[in-house]
């Protein structure tokens, strides 16, 4: 069996997922659009998930449009704020967003938008008074993660909230990888859009939602029937809603509990794999970051070879970067840190989840040293038969 340690990819499918899957199996036969009886109680399903996962962020019900993912969700929120900006042609962000946002800034440059991208420290925290003395009236959006997905950073972003509301901008948090993991109240953190995801906390992918305070403020990027309010057209994924809902409950419920159990979990394999490998380092913060996420460099290998040495052995790992032309690129985030391409191309994320145990942890503390002594020894000949 699998030690799956790469829960920001996706989690493994909760109980409860399962469990709201074969309900919907047994009793959702109609369109949450249709008048009849079947039809109403699929409307029923889905408002009661939506519900659900409005409750994981403090949000109304109301509030929250249901998506694909956090991709979509991601775009939603960008284009949707942008389409609703008048003439403002500026939005402010950072050099250590997912792709879904750094893909839709290239795209509103390809377009003539002007897009600041703010730089973190060597922690990966961007400093939120950079943030507030890039705004001006020509700012139409500021869009930022809650927490980094690579090396699990938490940003301040509840400050922010003023300053963006009094330049007349539009605020947006992409909470894929925090909600769920860390408290999070809409009121307190005082944007207009948050993104999360459902895959991210054991429901199937192909879910997600977005919240939205003020829903004139965002416009569909989706047009045709009036589903989500008006602002995402067709028929909304019932199964991914009703798991969604029931995982967004069992989260929030264990948040507390599960997040100090996995924090104890990190920490042990942490040292662990400290004690063992010499020269092994931490990327990102140490104190503000959430409990699940270690992003580790290597000393004297390359991560891809780490990587699948470790799947060989049964543990399963990222790298947290892009793989483009058949060559892995070093992580964005990482190079944005001021990481050396050396360290960056021998770094790897281990993200613990709701299913991780204390025994799996006890094994990959064994594991990952005698895989890595092994990588390193053969390194030097491999780079030399490639060169």
Known sequence: MAIYLDHNAGAPLRPEAAAAIARFAAEAHG???????????????????????????????????FTSGGTESNNFAIFGAIATAGNRRKVISSAIEHSSILGSL?????RGFETVRIA???DGRIDPAQIAAALDRNTAL?????????????????????HVRDAGAVFHID????????????????CDLITISGHKLGAPAGIGAVYTRDAARVAPVMLGGPQENGLRAGTPNLLGAIAFGAVADAARDAMATESARIAVLA????????????GLKLNGSMSSRIPNTLNLTFPGVLGESMLIALDLEGVEVSMGSACAAGAVEPSHVLLAMRRSVADARSSLRISLGWNTSADEIEQAAQIIPRVWRRVAAAEPALEARAG
């Not at 409750?55 to 509030?63: D, E, T």
């Not at 290239?106 to 390809?110: F, I, P, S």
């Not at 930022?144 to 909230?161: K, W």
């Open 106 to 110: 290239n795209e509103l440059e390809r």
């Open 175 to 190: 909470a894929a990888q925090a909600a769920g993991r860390i408290p999070i109240d809409v009121d307190a953190l005082g």
């Open 120 to 122: 973190p420290d060597l």
């Open 267 to 278: 920490a042990s394999l942490y040292s662990r794999l400290g004690e063992a490998i010499s």
């Open 31 to 65: 369109n949450p659009s249709s008048a009849h009886r079947s039809g109403q109680r699929a409307r029923r399903m889905l408002e009661q998930a939506r519900a659900q996962v409005a409750s994981l962020i403090g949000a109304q019900p109301k509030q929250m449009v």
């Open 142 to 162: 500021v869009t930022l993660g809650l927490a980094n997905s690579e090396v699990g950073t938490i940003q301040d972003l509840a400050q922010l909230a003023r």
